[in-house]
């Protein structure tokens, strides 16, 4: 799946403005962002970039700011030499699990530790979200659990999930390159019992979960709840992520009209995860 970066230029630049025009970016579409110094640079799908909806985020924007922008095509790239040369580090999330590369060397002890050798540019554990709902998994029974991994992107969840004890799992993404990633993650890291499948929630009709991890984005969280639900028993968890504070009423008011009750929320730099359980 090809994707576009956008730079934005913001005079004059607070990060109170960054962060309203991010949550208005997400509004259409944008999935991730990485901080600028004068502004931020937002990744968006190619087949879903609409730059006139973006003009009209600009034209709307209701702090008095001037916001120039640049537009990328990124063309399709060897990700793993792109993180090894710029970017993946590893990470230790919650003193219990270190996410790494195959790449690395002195890699922090951990009890749980996972390869991830991502051919994309997300998905890492990095981002706020994989972060959020990480420490959920560490902190939740998934002893002989059936687990859903909604937007798996490298699968690291999926493997997290195995690795604390989930029986039957199921990792879901739109994106083939995901998909073909998932898969040898998952064999990098040699846990069992996960099936891989391209596409969304239309996979998802007559199937039942015991816990369903959702770390996607807002607009696709409302939209797709309804047939999250539908796949829970009665105490049934549903954690979703890839969303910020603010928005924590709409998907809230959406659990509710789909019987699913939020339980806690975590926040880290604004971006949120919850926990929701089917009453």
């Known amino acids: 799946m090809e994707y576009i970066k956008v730079d934005f230029q913001i005079t004059p630049f607070e990060d109170f403005i960054s962060d309203v025009l991010v949550a208005q970016l997400g509004e259409i579409g944008f999935e991730s962002f990485v901080e600028l110094d004068n502004g931020t ?89 994989t972060s ?46 995901c998909i073909d990633n998932s898969i040898e993650n ?15 929630a239309e996979l998802l009709m007559g199937m039942s979960f015991d816990i369903i991890l959702a770390n996607i984005n807002r607009n696709i969280l409302l939209a797709d709840m ?3 639900a539908d796949c829970l028993g009665c105490g049934g968890e549903l954690y979703m992520s890839g969303f910020y504070s603010e928005d924590i009423p709409l998907i809230e008011a959406e659990a509710n009209n789909n019987g699913l009750k939020l339980i806690e929320f975590k926040e880290k730099n604004n971006w949120v995860v919850v926990k929701t359980v089917k009453q």
Request: negative net charge.
């Open 41 to 129: 640079e937002g990744y968006i799908q190619k087949t879903i970039f609409n730059e006139e909806s973006l003009k009209e985020v600009i034209a709307n924007f209701p702090i008095a700011s001037q916001i120039n922008y640049k537009i990328t095509i990124i063309e399709p790239k060897n990700w793993n030499e792109e993180w090894e040369k710029n970017f993946f580090q590893p990470i230790v999330i919650g003193n219990e699990c270190v996410i790494h590369s195959s790449f690395h060397k002195d890699v922090p002890k951990a009890k749980y530790d996972i390869v991830i050798d991502p051919k994309m540019s997300f998905g890492t554990g990095h981002h706020e979200t």
């Open 132 to 177: 959020l709902v990480i420490g959920e998994i560490l902190k939740t029974d998934f002893t002989n659990k059936k687990v859903l991994d909604m937007g798996c992107g490298t699968a690291v969840l999926a493997i997290l999930a195995a690795m604390r004890g989930a029986e039957d799992l199921i990792a879901i993404d739109i994106d083939s390159w």
């Open 186 to 200: 998952i064999a990098l890291n040699k846990v069992h019992g996960i099936d891989v499948k391209l596409g969304g």
């Open 226 to 228: 309804s047939k999250y």
